[in-house]
Protein backbone atom coordinates (compact mmCIF):
# COMPACT_ATOMS: atom_id res chain seq x y z
CA UNK A 1 0.00 0.00 0.00
CA UNK A 2 1.79 3.33 -1.23
CA UNK A 3 -1.28 5.16 -0.84
CA UNK A 4 -2.74 4.45 2.80
CA UNK A 5 -4.66 8.01 3.15
CA UNK A 6 -7.25 7.02 0.25
CA UNK A 7 -6.62 3.26 -0.82
CA UNK A 8 -10.96 3.15 -1.27
CA UNK A 9 -10.86 6.38 -3.21
CA UNK A 10 -11.97 6.10 -6.98
CA UNK A 11 -9.46 6.65 -9.17
CA UNK A 12 -8.77 10.50 -9.86
CA UNK A 13 -9.13 11.80 -13.63
CA UNK A 14 -5.75 12.33 -13.52
CA UNK A 15 -4.45 8.59 -12.85
CA UNK A 16 -7.11 7.59 -16.33
CA UNK A 17 -5.38 10.74 -18.04
CA UNK A 18 -2.16 9.28 -17.13
CA UNK A 19 -3.22 5.15 -17.96
CA UNK A 20 -4.83 6.66 -21.27
CA UNK A 21 -1.44 8.63 -22.21
CA UNK A 22 1.02 5.60 -21.60
CA UNK A 23 -1.47 3.22 -23.24
CA UNK A 24 -1.43 4.91 -26.55
CA UNK A 25 2.03 5.94 -26.54
CA UNK A 26 3.03 2.05 -26.10
CA UNK A 27 0.46 1.26 -28.95
CA UNK A 28 2.04 3.86 -31.17
CA UNK A 29 5.75 2.85 -30.48
CA UNK A 30 4.41 -0.67 -31.03
CA UNK A 31 3.36 0.05 -34.64
CA UNK A 32 6.40 2.51 -34.72
CA UNK A 33 8.75 0.22 -34.59
CA UNK A 34 7.81 -1.74 -37.55
CA UNK A 35 8.94 1.14 -39.50
CA UNK A 36 12.43 1.23 -38.17
CA UNK A 37 12.17 -2.62 -39.24
CA UNK A 38 12.41 -1.69 -42.40
CA UNK A 39 16.16 0.15 -41.85
CA UNK A 40 17.55 -2.89 -39.79
CA UNK A 41 20.34 -4.01 -41.45
CA UNK A 42 19.96 -7.38 -40.64
CA UNK A 43 17.25 -10.03 -39.60
CA UNK A 44 19.48 -10.43 -36.18
CA UNK A 45 18.37 -6.79 -35.90
CA UNK A 46 14.59 -7.17 -36.76
CA UNK A 47 14.16 -10.31 -34.44
CA UNK A 48 15.47 -7.75 -31.59
CA UNK A 49 12.96 -4.60 -32.56
CA UNK A 50 10.35 -7.01 -33.16
CA UNK A 51 11.24 -8.44 -29.29
CA UNK A 52 11.10 -4.51 -28.02
CA UNK A 53 7.37 -4.25 -30.03
CA UNK A 54 6.12 -7.12 -28.41
CA UNK A 55 7.22 -5.75 -25.22
CA UNK A 56 5.84 -2.27 -26.12
CA UNK A 57 2.94 -4.32 -26.68
CA UNK A 58 2.12 -6.53 -23.64
CA UNK A 59 2.56 -2.61 -21.83
CA UNK A 60 -0.88 -1.36 -23.65
CA UNK A 61 -2.39 -4.59 -23.27
CA UNK A 62 -1.91 -4.37 -19.32
CA UNK A 63 -2.71 -0.50 -19.53
CA UNK A 64 -6.54 -0.94 -21.52
CA UNK A 65 -6.63 -3.90 -18.98
CA UNK A 66 -6.12 -1.46 -15.59
CA UNK A 67 -8.77 1.21 -17.55
CA UNK A 68 -11.16 -1.51 -17.98
CA UNK A 69 -10.68 -2.61 -14.20
CA UNK A 70 -11.14 1.42 -13.02
CA UNK A 71 -14.70 1.50 -15.21
CA UNK A 72 -12.82 3.75 -17.78
CA UNK A 73 -13.55 3.34 -21.61
CA UNK A 74 -9.97 2.41 -22.47
CA UNK A 75 -10.48 4.14 -26.10
CA UNK A 76 -11.82 7.28 -24.71
CA UNK A 77 -8.99 7.62 -21.97
CA UNK A 78 -6.56 7.68 -24.87
CA UNK A 79 -8.23 10.05 -27.17
CA UNK A 80 -7.16 13.34 -25.59
CA UNK A 81 -3.35 11.83 -26.39
CA UNK A 82 -3.62 10.69 -29.85
CA UNK A 83 -3.06 14.03 -31.46
CA UNK A 84 0.38 15.23 -29.11
CA UNK A 85 1.81 11.68 -29.63
CA UNK A 86 1.13 11.70 -33.59
CA UNK A 87 2.66 15.35 -33.39
CA UNK A 88 5.45 14.11 -31.46
CA UNK A 89 6.14 11.39 -33.96
CA UNK A 90 5.53 13.39 -37.03
CA UNK A 91 7.96 15.84 -36.12
CA UNK A 92 10.67 13.70 -35.61
CA UNK A 93 10.83 11.07 -38.36
CA UNK A 94 14.25 9.62 -38.29
CA UNK A 95 15.92 9.33 -41.20
CA UNK A 96 18.59 6.56 -40.96
CA UNK A 97 18.76 3.23 -38.89
CA UNK A 98 20.84 4.81 -35.86
CA UNK A 99 18.67 7.94 -35.79
CA UNK A 100 15.88 5.16 -35.17
CA UNK A 101 18.06 3.61 -32.64
CA UNK A 102 18.43 6.49 -30.90
CA UNK A 103 14.51 7.19 -31.09
CA UNK A 104 13.42 4.24 -30.03
CA UNK A 105 15.97 3.85 -26.40
CA UNK A 106 15.16 7.83 -25.81
CA UNK A 107 11.26 7.36 -25.86
CA UNK A 108 11.52 4.26 -24.00
CA UNK A 109 13.55 5.95 -21.55
CA UNK A 110 11.09 8.73 -21.13
CA UNK A 111 7.93 6.38 -20.91
CA UNK A 112 10.13 4.84 -17.92
CA UNK A 113 10.18 8.02 -16.48
CA UNK A 114 6.87 8.30 -15.95
CA UNK A 115 6.41 4.64 -14.94
CA UNK A 116 8.78 5.11 -12.35
CA UNK A 117 7.38 8.31 -11.37
CA UNK A 118 3.67 7.39 -11.06
CA UNK A 119 4.49 3.98 -9.57
CA UNK A 120 4.71 5.31 -6.07
CA UNK A 121 2.15 7.98 -6.26
CA UNK A 122 -0.96 6.68 -8.13
CA UNK A 123 -3.52 4.33 -5.99
CA UNK A 124 -2.10 1.21 -5.21
CA UNK A 125 -3.63 -0.97 -7.92
CA UNK A 126 -2.39 1.72 -10.40
CA UNK A 127 0.47 1.54 -9.19
CA UNK A 128 0.87 -2.74 -8.99
CA UNK A 129 -0.56 -2.23 -12.99
CA UNK A 130 2.58 -0.51 -13.92
CA UNK A 131 5.12 -2.05 -12.06
CA UNK A 132 5.50 -4.21 -14.30
CA UNK A 133 6.23 -2.40 -17.32
CA UNK A 134 9.36 -0.59 -14.90
CA UNK A 135 10.25 -4.03 -14.51
CA UNK A 136 11.23 -4.56 -17.87
CA UNK A 137 12.91 -1.31 -17.89
CA UNK A 138 15.91 -2.59 -19.32
CA UNK A 139 14.70 -4.20 -22.17
CA UNK A 140 16.01 -1.69 -24.37
CA UNK A 141 19.70 -2.23 -23.30
CA UNK A 142 20.93 -3.90 -26.45
CA UNK A 143 19.93 -1.20 -28.70
CA UNK A 144 21.98 1.33 -26.59
CA UNK A 145 24.72 -1.10 -26.85
CA UNK A 146 24.35 -0.81 -30.81
CA UNK A 147 24.37 3.04 -30.90
CA UNK A 148 27.71 2.87 -28.37
CA UNK A 149 29.33 0.07 -30.79
CA UNK A 150 28.19 2.29 -34.09
CA UNK A 151 29.59 5.53 -32.00
CA UNK A 152 32.87 3.79 -31.01
CA UNK A 153 33.53 2.49 -34.64
CA UNK A 154 32.47 5.87 -35.93
CA UNK A 155 33.49 9.01 -33.58
CA UNK A 156 32.08 11.42 -35.65
CA UNK A 157 28.57 9.99 -35.42
CA UNK A 158 28.42 11.46 -32.22
CA UNK A 159 27.66 14.60 -33.01
CA UNK A 160 24.79 14.59 -35.67
CA UNK A 161 23.40 11.56 -32.96
CA UNK A 162 23.55 14.06 -29.57
CA UNK A 163 22.04 16.59 -31.73
CA UNK A 164 18.79 14.32 -33.04
CA UNK A 165 18.63 13.32 -29.17
CA UNK A 166 18.23 16.61 -27.67
CA UNK A 167 15.53 17.50 -30.86
CA UNK A 168 13.77 14.37 -29.54
CA UNK A 169 13.58 15.20 -25.82
CA UNK A 170 12.72 19.22 -27.01
CA UNK A 171 10.16 18.36 -29.44
CA UNK A 172 8.73 15.84 -26.27
CA UNK A 173 8.58 18.67 -23.75
CA UNK A 174 6.86 21.02 -26.51
CA UNK A 175 4.22 18.26 -26.56
CA UNK A 176 3.82 17.69 -23.19
CA UNK A 177 3.82 21.98 -22.03
CA UNK A 178 0.59 21.25 -24.37
CA UNK A 179 -0.86 18.42 -22.69
CA UNK A 180 0.03 19.58 -19.15
CA UNK A 181 -1.50 22.98 -20.03
CA UNK A 182 -5.10 20.92 -21.49
CA UNK A 183 -4.95 18.08 -18.66
CA UNK A 184 -4.76 19.82 -15.04
CA UNK A 185 -5.54 16.40 -13.29
CA UNK A 186 -2.75 15.06 -14.94
CA UNK A 187 -0.13 17.55 -14.57
CA UNK A 188 -0.78 17.92 -10.70
CA UNK A 189 -0.68 14.05 -10.83
CA UNK A 190 2.80 14.11 -12.36
CA UNK A 191 4.01 17.19 -10.16
CA UNK A 192 2.94 14.97 -6.72
CA UNK A 193 4.69 11.80 -8.57
CA UNK A 194 7.48 14.08 -8.66
CA UNK A 195 8.03 16.16 -5.57
CA UNK A 196 6.88 13.02 -3.56
CA UNK A 197 3.90 14.47 -2.14
CA UNK A 198 0.98 11.54 -1.20
CA UNK A 199 -1.56 11.68 -4.38
CA UNK A 200 -5.11 12.69 -2.90
CA UNK A 201 -8.44 12.26 -5.01
CA UNK A 202 -8.58 15.51 -5.20
CA UNK A 203 -9.26 17.95 -8.28
CA UNK A 204 -5.25 19.06 -8.64
CA UNK A 205 -3.93 21.06 -11.55
CA UNK A 206 -3.52 24.79 -11.94
CA UNK A 207 -0.61 27.23 -12.16
CA UNK A 208 1.23 25.81 -9.23
CA UNK A 209 0.98 22.28 -10.58
CA UNK A 210 2.74 23.89 -14.03
CA UNK A 211 5.26 25.50 -12.14
CA UNK A 212 5.52 21.78 -10.77
CA UNK A 213 5.52 20.28 -14.03
CA UNK A 214 8.27 22.15 -15.17
CA UNK A 215 10.36 20.71 -12.37
CA UNK A 216 9.22 17.36 -13.73
CA UNK A 217 10.69 18.33 -17.13
CA UNK A 218 13.94 19.21 -15.11
CA UNK A 219 13.88 15.63 -13.95
CA UNK A 220 13.18 14.02 -17.00
CA UNK A 221 15.87 16.03 -19.02
CA UNK A 222 18.55 14.76 -16.20
CA UNK A 223 17.72 11.10 -16.75
CA UNK A 224 17.93 11.68 -20.39
CA UNK A 225 21.56 12.97 -20.21
CA UNK A 226 22.09 9.49 -18.66
CA UNK A 227 20.53 7.93 -21.40
CA UNK A 228 22.82 9.82 -23.85
CA UNK A 229 26.18 8.65 -21.65
CA UNK A 230 24.71 4.77 -21.86
CA UNK A 231 24.64 5.23 -26.31
CA UNK A 232 28.37 7.04 -25.91
CA UNK A 233 26.77 10.46 -26.68
CA UNK A 234 26.46 13.94 -24.85
CA UNK A 235 23.98 15.86 -23.94
CA UNK B 1 4.99 -39.59 -31.36
CA UNK B 2 3.95 -38.85 -34.79
CA UNK B 3 6.79 -39.79 -36.55
CA UNK B 4 7.51 -43.12 -34.69
CA UNK B 5 9.82 -44.38 -37.40
CA UNK B 6 12.47 -41.81 -37.03
CA UNK B 7 12.31 -40.35 -33.51
CA UNK B 8 15.78 -40.35 -33.03
CA UNK B 9 17.01 -38.70 -36.55
CA UNK B 10 18.72 -35.62 -37.28
CA UNK B 11 16.69 -33.24 -38.77
CA UNK B 12 16.36 -33.13 -42.51
CA UNK B 13 16.99 -30.24 -44.43
CA UNK B 14 13.21 -29.77 -45.43
CA UNK B 15 12.48 -29.08 -41.84
CA UNK B 16 15.15 -26.73 -41.30
CA UNK B 17 13.67 -25.27 -44.59
CA UNK B 18 10.47 -25.23 -43.16
CA UNK B 19 10.94 -23.93 -39.93
CA UNK B 20 13.09 -21.18 -41.72
CA UNK B 21 10.13 -20.00 -44.15
CA UNK B 22 7.62 -19.69 -41.09
CA UNK B 23 9.94 -17.85 -38.87
CA UNK B 24 10.48 -15.50 -41.69
CA UNK B 25 7.14 -15.39 -42.66
CA UNK B 26 6.04 -14.26 -39.05
CA UNK B 27 8.50 -12.00 -38.54
CA UNK B 28 7.57 -9.80 -41.77
CA UNK B 29 3.99 -9.99 -40.78
CA UNK B 30 4.30 -9.13 -37.30
CA UNK B 31 6.07 -5.92 -39.37
CA UNK B 32 3.77 -5.51 -42.09
CA UNK B 33 0.89 -5.38 -39.58
CA UNK B 34 2.15 -1.99 -38.76
CA UNK B 35 1.54 -0.71 -42.13
CA UNK B 36 -2.18 -1.61 -42.02
CA UNK B 37 -2.38 0.30 -38.73
CA UNK B 38 -1.33 3.33 -39.91
CA UNK B 39 -5.08 2.75 -41.85
CA UNK B 40 -7.14 1.59 -39.00
CA UNK B 41 -10.22 3.71 -38.74
CA UNK B 42 -10.08 3.47 -34.54
CA UNK B 43 -7.91 2.64 -31.92
CA UNK B 44 -10.02 -0.66 -31.06
CA UNK B 45 -8.96 -1.09 -34.30
CA UNK B 46 -5.61 -0.61 -34.07
CA UNK B 47 -5.50 -2.65 -31.16
CA UNK B 48 -6.68 -5.75 -32.50
CA UNK B 49 -4.01 -5.53 -35.18
CA UNK B 50 -1.91 -5.14 -32.87
CA UNK B 51 -2.57 -8.05 -30.78
CA UNK B 52 -1.98 -9.98 -33.95
CA UNK B 53 0.63 -8.44 -34.69
CA UNK B 54 1.76 -9.68 -31.18
CA UNK B 55 0.54 -12.98 -32.04
CA UNK B 56 2.85 -13.62 -34.49
CA UNK B 57 6.08 -12.47 -32.73
CA UNK B 58 5.33 -15.18 -30.57
CA UNK B 59 5.09 -17.86 -33.74
CA UNK B 60 8.24 -16.07 -34.32
CA UNK B 61 10.47 -16.44 -31.28
CA UNK B 62 8.59 -19.97 -30.88
CA UNK B 63 10.16 -21.21 -34.42
CA UNK B 64 13.53 -19.48 -33.98
CA UNK B 65 13.90 -21.47 -30.60
CA UNK B 66 13.50 -24.73 -32.42
CA UNK B 67 15.56 -23.68 -35.17
CA UNK B 68 18.30 -23.14 -32.49
CA UNK B 69 17.17 -26.22 -30.88
CA UNK B 70 17.98 -28.77 -33.74
CA UNK B 71 21.26 -26.93 -33.75
CA UNK B 72 21.09 -24.86 -36.84
CA UNK B 73 21.53 -20.85 -37.58
CA UNK B 74 17.96 -19.36 -36.87
CA UNK B 75 18.78 -16.36 -39.42
CA UNK B 76 21.19 -18.54 -42.26
CA UNK B 77 17.79 -21.22 -42.24
CA UNK B 78 15.57 -18.31 -42.89
CA UNK B 79 17.76 -15.51 -45.42
CA UNK B 80 16.89 -18.33 -48.42
CA UNK B 81 12.81 -16.95 -48.29
CA UNK B 82 13.46 -13.21 -47.61
CA UNK B 83 13.52 -12.50 -51.35
CA UNK B 84 10.38 -14.98 -51.98
CA UNK B 85 8.32 -12.88 -49.24
CA UNK B 86 9.12 -9.57 -49.74
CA UNK B 87 8.30 -10.38 -53.09
CA UNK B 88 4.89 -11.45 -52.48
CA UNK B 89 4.51 -8.33 -50.04
CA UNK B 90 5.70 -5.84 -52.77
CA UNK B 91 3.59 -7.28 -55.03
CA UNK B 92 0.49 -7.11 -52.83
CA UNK B 93 0.58 -3.82 -51.35
CA UNK B 94 -2.72 -2.90 -50.17
CA UNK B 95 -4.24 0.08 -51.48
CA UNK B 96 -7.17 0.53 -48.28
CA UNK B 97 -8.17 -0.77 -45.03
CA UNK B 98 -10.39 -3.90 -46.37
CA UNK B 99 -7.80 -5.06 -48.62
CA UNK B 100 -5.25 -4.84 -45.77
CA UNK B 101 -7.40 -6.90 -43.94
CA UNK B 102 -8.41 -9.33 -46.52
CA UNK B 103 -4.34 -10.03 -46.96
CA UNK B 104 -3.72 -10.42 -43.38
CA UNK B 105 -6.68 -12.91 -43.00
CA UNK B 106 -5.47 -15.02 -46.65
CA UNK B 107 -2.14 -14.34 -45.20
CA UNK B 108 -2.51 -15.92 -41.94
CA UNK B 109 -4.76 -18.65 -43.39
CA UNK B 110 -2.33 -19.71 -45.25
CA UNK B 111 0.61 -20.22 -42.81
CA UNK B 112 -1.98 -22.09 -41.04
CA UNK B 113 -2.44 -24.56 -43.56
CA UNK B 114 1.29 -25.27 -43.52
CA UNK B 115 1.54 -25.78 -40.28
CA UNK B 116 -1.53 -27.92 -39.81
CA UNK B 117 0.53 -30.16 -43.08
CA UNK B 118 3.44 -30.33 -41.46
CA UNK B 119 2.05 -30.63 -37.39
CA UNK B 120 1.74 -34.62 -37.94
CA UNK B 121 4.68 -35.34 -40.29
CA UNK B 122 7.59 -33.44 -39.64
CA UNK B 123 10.10 -34.96 -36.72
CA UNK B 124 8.14 -35.17 -33.11
CA UNK B 125 10.11 -32.08 -31.57
CA UNK B 126 9.38 -29.87 -34.06
CA UNK B 127 5.42 -31.18 -34.38
CA UNK B 128 5.47 -30.02 -31.24
CA UNK B 129 6.44 -26.80 -31.72
CA UNK B 130 4.23 -25.36 -34.43
CA UNK B 131 1.35 -26.70 -32.34
CA UNK B 132 1.17 -23.70 -30.55
CA UNK B 133 0.82 -21.92 -33.53
CA UNK B 134 -1.74 -24.14 -34.76
CA UNK B 135 -4.09 -23.85 -31.74
CA UNK B 136 -3.87 -20.26 -32.14
CA UNK B 137 -5.23 -20.48 -35.53
CA UNK B 138 -8.83 -18.96 -34.60
CA UNK B 139 -6.79 -15.49 -33.95
CA UNK B 140 -7.73 -14.20 -37.39
CA UNK B 141 -11.46 -14.49 -36.76
CA UNK B 142 -12.66 -10.98 -35.64
CA UNK B 143 -10.74 -9.78 -38.56
CA UNK B 144 -12.73 -12.18 -41.21
CA UNK B 145 -15.48 -10.76 -39.46
CA UNK B 146 -14.74 -7.09 -39.82
CA UNK B 147 -14.36 -7.87 -43.68
CA UNK B 148 -17.78 -9.80 -43.70
CA UNK B 149 -19.60 -7.12 -41.90
CA UNK B 150 -18.34 -4.40 -44.10
CA UNK B 151 -19.29 -6.62 -47.24
CA UNK B 152 -23.10 -6.49 -45.67
CA UNK B 153 -23.04 -3.34 -45.53
CA UNK B 154 -22.20 -2.37 -49.04
CA UNK B 155 -22.43 -5.62 -51.41
CA UNK B 156 -20.46 -3.76 -54.03
CA UNK B 157 -17.17 -4.46 -52.03
CA UNK B 158 -17.27 -8.37 -52.70
CA UNK B 159 -16.10 -8.17 -56.05
CA UNK B 160 -13.86 -6.36 -55.82
CA UNK B 161 -12.38 -7.78 -52.78
CA UNK B 162 -12.77 -11.37 -54.16
CA UNK B 163 -10.41 -10.48 -57.07
CA UNK B 164 -7.73 -9.10 -54.21
CA UNK B 165 -7.66 -12.06 -52.47
CA UNK B 166 -7.39 -14.24 -55.63
CA UNK B 167 -4.84 -11.84 -56.53
CA UNK B 168 -3.14 -12.69 -53.08
CA UNK B 169 -3.41 -16.01 -53.55
CA UNK B 170 -2.05 -16.21 -57.32
CA UNK B 171 1.12 -14.42 -56.59
CA UNK B 172 1.53 -16.37 -53.55
CA UNK B 173 1.73 -19.78 -55.48
CA UNK B 174 3.80 -18.51 -58.31
CA UNK B 175 6.10 -17.64 -55.26
CA UNK B 176 5.84 -21.13 -53.45
CA UNK B 177 6.50 -22.32 -57.15
CA UNK B 178 9.94 -20.78 -57.20
CA UNK B 179 10.30 -21.58 -53.62
CA UNK B 180 9.43 -25.32 -54.91
CA UNK B 181 12.09 -25.67 -57.51
CA UNK B 182 15.21 -24.38 -55.46
CA UNK B 183 14.80 -26.28 -52.52
CA UNK B 184 14.03 -29.58 -53.36
CA UNK B 185 14.09 -31.23 -49.37
CA UNK B 186 11.31 -28.59 -48.24
CA UNK B 187 8.92 -29.47 -51.85
CA UNK B 188 9.77 -33.51 -50.87
CA UNK B 189 8.33 -32.39 -47.29
CA UNK B 190 5.38 -30.66 -47.47
CA UNK B 191 4.36 -32.85 -50.51
CA UNK B 192 4.46 -35.76 -48.05
CA UNK B 193 2.94 -34.18 -45.09
CA UNK B 194 0.20 -33.14 -47.83
CA UNK B 195 0.02 -36.66 -49.60
CA UNK B 196 0.45 -38.35 -45.50
CA UNK B 197 3.39 -40.71 -46.16
CA UNK B 198 5.29 -40.88 -42.75
CA UNK B 199 8.19 -38.75 -43.19
CA UNK B 200 11.68 -39.82 -43.47
CA UNK B 201 15.12 -38.06 -42.88
CA UNK B 202 16.31 -39.10 -46.29
CA UNK B 203 16.91 -36.53 -49.11
CA UNK B 204 14.00 -36.45 -50.82
CA UNK B 205 12.48 -33.53 -53.64
CA UNK B 206 12.85 -34.38 -57.04
CA UNK B 207 10.43 -33.89 -60.44
CA UNK B 208 7.76 -36.45 -58.47
CA UNK B 209 7.47 -34.19 -55.54
CA UNK B 210 7.51 -31.04 -57.75
CA UNK B 211 3.51 -32.88 -58.82
CA UNK B 212 2.63 -33.92 -55.08
CA UNK B 213 3.04 -30.01 -54.49
CA UNK B 214 0.95 -28.91 -57.03
CA UNK B 215 -1.48 -31.21 -55.43
CA UNK B 216 -0.83 -29.42 -52.10
CA UNK B 217 -1.29 -26.44 -54.38
CA UNK B 218 -4.19 -27.64 -54.94
CA UNK B 219 -5.48 -28.47 -51.31
CA UNK B 220 -4.25 -24.54 -50.10
CA UNK B 221 -6.69 -23.33 -52.92
CA UNK B 222 -9.93 -25.26 -51.55
CA UNK B 223 -9.00 -24.05 -47.86
CA UNK B 224 -8.66 -20.51 -49.22
CA UNK B 225 -12.17 -20.75 -50.93
CA UNK B 226 -13.27 -21.89 -47.27
CA UNK B 227 -11.71 -18.49 -46.01
CA UNK B 228 -13.04 -16.22 -48.88
CA UNK B 229 -16.41 -17.70 -47.47
CA UNK B 230 -15.65 -16.58 -44.01
CA UNK B 231 -15.15 -13.13 -45.33
CA UNK B 232 -18.08 -12.94 -47.28
CA UNK B 233 -16.78 -13.40 -50.26
CA UNK B 234 -16.31 -15.69 -53.29
CA UNK B 235 -13.84 -17.56 -55.45
Chains 1, 2 share one sequence.
Not at 40 to 47: E, F, I, Q, S, T
Not at 78 to 87: G, Y
Amino acid sequence: MTNPSAPSAPAPGGVIDLLGLLAYAELVSFFRLADVAGLAPDLVAKGELAGVAATEYRHYRMLHARLEELGADPEAAMEPFVEPLDAWHAGTEPQNWLESLVKIYVGDGIAGDFYRTIADHADAGTAEAVRGAVSESERAEPIAARVRAAVEEDPKLAGPLSLWARRLVGEALSQAQLVAAARPELAGLVARGATGEASGGGEGGGRGDLAAVSRVFAGLTEAHTARLEAMGLSG
